[in-house]
């Protein structure tokens, strides 16, 4: 099955700064790769996702990079703002069994 | 829409009683998800139906655990004997289809003393 790994595990940035969030994923069928962001108490919920015939998809301060032969995608956070501090989690989606398997999730802390 | 709907949000039980989470799915959403997350195994897959038929369910725990989807628009995980270690927030999630973006219910909250 899928195996979704997630570095680090906690980041702790100066408000204005970026974030980076790095995953490796084992299936090389996975086509899709949706990032969560979960507050204390609260759901995941999605913020960006990307499909396999997509290298880079950016949504404001928030953009995602996909390399299909590495296996590994990637979350970029810039200007970080207090409100981005949350557990980070990405995932990715089976090609043939469409299961979506999470990485163990990464704390932010934004220092204002 | 209300989005994924999940009863109780907190249960506390004791050991040794069957336990029931519910879930309802958005309308329309023909894939769905059962996760179970603790501080120190993260999200693990349960479950996962689709059109309403189970696909997947290597990552239930153990046979104490059993999950049913009878209608599009409902599904149960059951724990019986519960016990202190399946103590965790259980979420449920939803997706239009298979390959699409899944959302998630409020989940429940479950301690078993």
């Known amino acids: 099955g899928e195996n979704v790994e997630q570095h680090p595990s906690t980041l702790s940035v100066q408000e204005g700064d970026s974030a980076v969030i790095k995953c490796t994923y084992s299936d090389s069928a996975s086509n899709y790769f949706p990032w969560y962001k979960q507050e204390l108490g609260k759901r995941p919920q999605l913020i960006i996702d990307i499909r396999s015939n997509v290298g880079e998809k950016k949504d404001q301060r928030i953009a995602v990079t996909l390399n299909k032969t590495a296996k590994h995608f990637s979350l970029h956070i810039t200007e970080t703002q207090p409100e981005d501090s949350a557990v980070y989690f990405c995932a990715a989606m089976g090609g043939s069994d469409y299961k979506l398997s999470f990485g163990a999730g990464t704390t932010v802390t934004v220092r204002a | 829409d209300a989005g994924v709907i999940q009863s109780p949000r907190h249960e506390v039980t004791e050991m040794g009683q069957e336990v029931t989470l519910r879930c309802k799915p958005i309308s329309g959403h023909n894939s769905l998800f059962w996760y179970r997350q603790t501080m120190m195994r993260g999200l693990e897959l349960l479950i996962y139906f689709n059109n309403n038929v189970p696909i997947d369910d290597s990552g239930m725990p153990e046979d104490r655990f059993s999950a049913k989807m009878p209608n599009a628009s409902f599904s149960t995980l059951k724990i019986q004997p519960s016990e202190p270690r399946d103590s965790a927030v259980y979420f449920c999630?939803?997706?239009?289809?298979?390959?699409?973006?899944?959302?998630f219910g409020q989940g429940t909250r479950l301690t078993v003393v």
């Open positions: 999630a939803s997706s239009p289809g298979q390959g699409l973006v899944a959302f």
